[in-house]
């Protein structure tokens, strides 16, 4: 459950630092909900960052799964 802690921007940020492209959002259930795309390394390094969370944020789980590369972003963006 994420609220009123910025964790997207949070995550746009630290994507974006990585070199990542994709989105996150927030789910209807209170979770978030991350697609990213890049080097495998630097994925791992943002797997590593969610789970550690925002300086605000408390992170109780982060499932994950790997997929093929696609190349269907140019950034990394909030969705709403």
């Known amino acids: 459950m994420v609220q009123g ?6 995550v746009k940020k630290e994507a974006r630092a990585l070199g990542l492209t994709g989105w996150v959002r927030n789910c209807s259930d209170g979770s978030v909900e991350v ?6 390394k630097e994925l791992e390094l943002l797997l590593s960052i ?8 408390i992170v109780q789980r982060v ?9 269907e972003f140019k950034d990394f963006e909030v969705r709403y």
């Open 35 to 40: 697609v990213a795309e890049g080097d495998r």
């Open 50 to 57: 969610l789970q550690r969370g925002s300086p605000f944020s």
């Open 63 to 71: 499932d994950h799964s790997w997929e093929n590369y696609k190349g």
């Open 5 to 10: 802690v910025g964790f997207r921007y949070f």
